[in-house]
């Protein structure tokens, strides 16, 4: 292994010294249980102190026929005892369940990286789905690897023998037996993973203890084999870390807390309206389950019940919040009008995939940006905010929450798939760091002749928030354009020519209630910004570093507020020379910035549903400054 992983190591002076870094991607048939093994191996990594960054890869089929290539299912996971912000670029080991995970996945191994393939289904019937004449074990196609190839089906079998198990239920335990040898390869324990199947298999104790045994087996293989090659035992360091509460986090759990956590810092009950949706029903699932801080879930029978729910909510005086991903935003867009007309909070997440139509329901993309700041009918503008990382959806989903109910307005919050899926180390934060941001609700007329002037505007363009039912505050909202100050009906030129210019004026004072934009990585002048938005950061954030050590002026903005833009964000940028931003759509973010502040930012845009790699990044800050 320390041959096979030399090229992660940074400052290492001897071969045999442990890399800061490994990446491993587990591959199989999506009914191997690979998402299960790599949320499992996430687990124990998380527990032996390493720095991570996970990235789920599911099929699109619900469930694909079996050994077909399209019906791979992978998890890659990149651990260290060092800063980790991407999944990894090329996986160190390849664990391949079948022809088909082969097939797909080893084109990306590294160059002397290792390959464990499961023989036992390299048969004739899985290479012919796999498109394979020969099979790549025997015929030499796979020289520039380190192949280790033995036959995990007839392991497991062997090892839950004792358990009477039908040959197909004993199958279903290769993950674990495979999750065992990685476990030893890496010098992780066990004991946190059978704890987990024991209460996973409460009810069948068959199941656990047969699970179990395929573990253990797995582990036992790694110690006692002694194969010559490249399998060794291989242990990484802990990372340093600051004292405090740790857990791992998917985008779709910190979404979920930073959500209720918004609520509680307004003092508001929150109602979540939503329809299932890939990937944005995980936040639903999540939520369902928080109802002890004041959280009503509603699984409504479409996307429009969805947010005209949440709508009502809101105008009761809660936190409305809806989910949903690029179709379900689409079909919200009327409705998203309504809530901008009427000026009322409303947290609306819409996590990302590719498109369009229907695209690529379990792939990655940013290709919603101009849906999220510009699709709607109307000029109707509301605020966007993108994660960057699990982790960071928290802050954001916080954020989201304070800017609706402070300034009464509708806020698009982006994720995507890679957020939502992906899972990393958050270092769970104290309560009290957070500053509140209670509301009132307008409770005594706010006109000295007695009639109440629902749009009434503050210095800021805000207008107040008013229960119904409160006494003697009977007043008039809805969807047609509204008299000044009144609330009244009235589309006369005049006046729709002055509210549009309201609550466009006020969308654009949300700048001055943002933080200044800064520099993630670099200097705040110089010949190239590399300028990010959403989870692009992390390969972002590498390739800069890289090129920085190299002694190229080079720096890294990342954009947290997408709409409007920070305040001080057009200076900072022409600062610069050259300016690239990179993004998974056809240049959406770069179009903003030109139409915004005048200058040629160039693209690098990706729509392959796969995240960037940091290499694809660092060559084009090369090619820029050549």
């Given at each position: 292994?320390?041959?096979?992983?030399?090229?992660?190591?940074?400052?290492?002076?001897?071969?045999?010294?442990?890399?800061?870094?490994?990446?491993?991607?587990?591959?199989?048939?999506?009914?191997?249980?690979?998402?299960?093994?790599?949320?499992?191996?996430?687990?124990?990594?998380?527990?032996?102190?390493?720095?991570?960054?996970?990235?789920?890869?599911?099929?699109?089929?619900?469930?694909?026929?079996?050994?077909?290539?399209?019906?791979?299912?992978?998890?890659?996971?990149?651990f260290g005892s060092s800063e980790i912000t991407t999944a990894g670029d090329a996986p160190d080991v390849l664990i391949a369940m079948n022809p088909a995970a082969l097939k797909v996945n080893v084109p990306a191994l590294k160059p002397g990286g290792l390959l464990i393939a499961d023989t036992g289904e390299f048969n004739k019937r899985n290479l012919e789905k796999a498109k394979y004449e020969t099979s790549p074990?025997?015929?030499?196609?796979?020289?520039?690897?380190?192949?280790?190839?033995?036959?995990?089906?007839?392991?497991?079998?062997?090892?839950?023998?004792?358990?009477?198990?039908?040959?197909?239920?004993?199958?279903?335990?290769?993950?674990?037996?495979?999750?065992?040898?990685?476990?030893?390869?890496?010098?992780?324990?066990?004991?946190?993973?059978?704890?987990?199947?024991?209460?996973?298999?409460?009810?069948?104790p068959v199941l656990a203890e047969a699970n179990i045994a395929a573990l253990n087996a797995g582990h036992a293989y790694g110690e006692t084999a002694e194969l010559a090659g490249p399998l060794k035992k291989q242990h990484i360091d802990p990372v340093p870390t600051e004292p405090g509460l740790y857990r791992t986090i998917t985008g779709a759990e910190a979404v979920s807390l930073g959500l209720v956590a918004g609520a509680r810092l307004a003092d508001l009950p929150m109602f979540f309206g939503g329809y299932p949706i890939t990937p944005a029903s995980a936040i639903l699932h999540n939520l369902v389950k928080m109802k002890e801080f004041g959280v009503t879930t509603f699984q409504a029978e479409d996307e429009i019940a969805a947010i005209c729910a949440a709508i009502g909510a809101s105008y009761a005086g809660q936190l409305g919040v809806?989910?949903?991903?690029?179709?379900?935003?689409?079909?919200?867009?009327?409705?998203?009008?309504?809530?901008?007309?009427?000026?009322?909070?409303?947290?609306?997440?819409?996590?990302q995939r590719g498109g369009p139509s229907t695209g690529l329901p379990t792939k990655t993309e940013q290709?919603?940006?101009y849906q999220a700041v510009y699709g709607r009918n109307g000029d109707a503008p509301l605020p966007v905010i993108a994660a960057r990382s699990p982790a960071d959806a928290f802050e954001c989903a916080i954020e989201a929450c304070r800017i609706a109910v402070q300034f009464m307005t509708p806020v698009m919050l982006l994720t995507d798939g890679y957020i939502?899926?992906?899972?990393?180390?958050?270092?769970?934060?104290?309560?009290?760091?957070?500053?509140?941001?209670?509301?009132?609700?307008?409770?005594?007329t706010n006109n000295p002749s007695g009639k109440v002037l629902p749009f009434k505007r503050d210095e800021r363009g805000v207008r107040p928030w008013i229960k119904p039912g409160?006494?003697?505050?009977?007043?008039?909202?809805?969807?047609?354009?509204?008299?000044?100050?009144?609330?009244?009906?009235?589309?006369?030129?005049?006046?729709?020519?002055?509210?549009?210019?309201?609550?466009?004026?006020?969308?654009?004072?949300?700048?001055?209630?943002?933080?200044?934009?800064?520099?993630?990585?670099?200097?705040?002048?110089?010949?190239?910004?590399?300028?990010?938005?959403?989870?692009?950061?992390?390969?972002?954030?590498?390739?800069?570093?890289?090129?920085?050590?190299?002694?190229?002026?080079?720096s890294h903005i990342h954009v947290r507020h997408v709409w409007p833009l920070p305040a001080n964000l057009g200076e900072l940028?022409?600062?610069?020379?050259?300016?690239?931003?990179?993004?998974?759509?056809?240049?959406?973010?770069?179009?903003?910035?030109?139409?915004?502040?005048?200058?040629?930012?160039?693209?690098?845009?990706?729509?392959?549903?796969?995240?960037?790699?940091?290499?694809?990044?660092?060559?084009?800050?090369?090619?820029?400054?050549?």
């Open positions: 292994m320390a041959t096979i992983l030399a090229e992660h190591e940074i400052g290492a002076s001897a071969q045999n010294a442990a890399p800061e870094a490994v990446v491993v991607r587990f591959a199989g048939d999506s009914g191997d249980g690979m998402q299960l093994t790599g949320g499992q191996f996430t687990l124990s990594t998380a527990l032996a102190g390493n720095d991570l960054a996970t990235f789920p890869d599911f099929p699109a089929e619900i469930r694909a026929p079996q050994g077909t290539l399209f019906g791979v299912s992978a998890f890659q996971i990149n074990l025997e015929d030499g196609s796979l020289a520039k690897w380190n192949v280790l190839a033995f036959d995990i089906s007839a392991l497991t079998l062997e090892a839950v023998k004792p358990f009477s198990l039908g040959n197909k239920e004993a199958l279903r335990c290769k993950n674990m037996w495979t999750l065992g040898l990685a476990l030893w390869m890496f010098d992780r324990d066990r004991q946190p993973l059978i704890d987990w199947l024991n209460a996973k298999f409460a009810k069948n809806t989910s949903s991903s690029g179709p379900g935003i689409a079909l919200k867009g009327e409705a998203m009008g309504l809530a901008i007309m009427t000026e009322l909070p409303l947290v609306i997440v819409n996590s290709s919603d940006l939502g899926n992906a899972s990393e180390p958050w270092k769970v934060p104290d309560p009290a760091s957070f500053t509140p941001f209670p509301i009132s609700f307008l409770e005594e409160t006494a003697g505050m009977m007043h008039r909202i809805g969807g047609i354009e509204k008299g000044i100050d009144t609330g009244d009906i009235d589309y006369s030129p005049v006046v729709h020519q002055a509210q549009t210019d309201a609550r466009k004026a006020k969308v654009d004072g949300v700048a001055k209630a943002i933080p200044a934009q800064e520099v993630c990585l670099g200097e705040e002048t110089g010949k190239l910004a590399v300028v990010g938005w959403g989870s692009t950061f992390g390969p972002i954030h590498q390739a800069v570093r890289r090129a920085w050590r190299k002694g190229l002026s080079v940028l022409k600062g610069f020379d050259k300016v690239l931003v990179p993004e998974m759509n056809t240049g959406q973010f770069k179009t903003v910035l030109r139409d915004q502040f005048l200058i040629d930012a160039k693209p690098l845009n990706k729509t392959s549903g796969q995240p960037f790699t940091i290499a694809e990044i660092e060559t084009a800050i090369g090619d820029m400054l050549a």
